[in-house]
């Protein structure tokens, strides 16, 4: 089993910056992938930015050159640096962690951003 748990949303206006955090637990040796998520409301969730199995990192075409993915394995943990935020960036962030055969997920964070 892996646990994760989200830090760092809140309110921001259009053009400022935010950093989430999110510190996993348990298992993390069997994950492919790790990272972050979204869900506008009454939208699904949507793939934001994630580390892959090599290392390497996709991010969703709206957010390339906005958002930028890091992590710390010593600390375990990953954050999601955002700048230049939008107010279609306004939804649930959830980090994710994904195993061969198990998807983990935290329990979301709220950001909202203003005009």
């Known amino acids: 089993q892996v646990q994760l748990a989200e830090s760092g949303g809140g309110s921001v206006q259009a053009g400022g910056s935010l950093t989430l955090s999110c510190s996993f637990s348990g298992n993390i040796i069997s994950l492919i992938y790790m990272g972050w998520y979204r869900q506008a409301p009454g939208k699904q969730r949507d793939l934001v930015a994630r580390?892959?199995?090599?290392?390497?990192?996709t991010y969703a075409n709206s957010v390339k050159g906005r958002f930028t993915i890091s992590r710390d394995m010593r600390e375990k943990t990953i954050h999601l640096g955002v700048n230049s935020r939008k107010p279609e960036d306004t939804a649930v962030y959830y980090c994710?962690?994904?195993?061969?055969?198990?998807?983990?997920w935290g329990q979301g964070t709220q950001v909202t951003v203003s005009a």
């Open positions: 580390f892959n199995g090599d290392g390497s990192t």
């Open positions: 994710n962690g994904r195993a061969r055969y198990h998807n983990f």
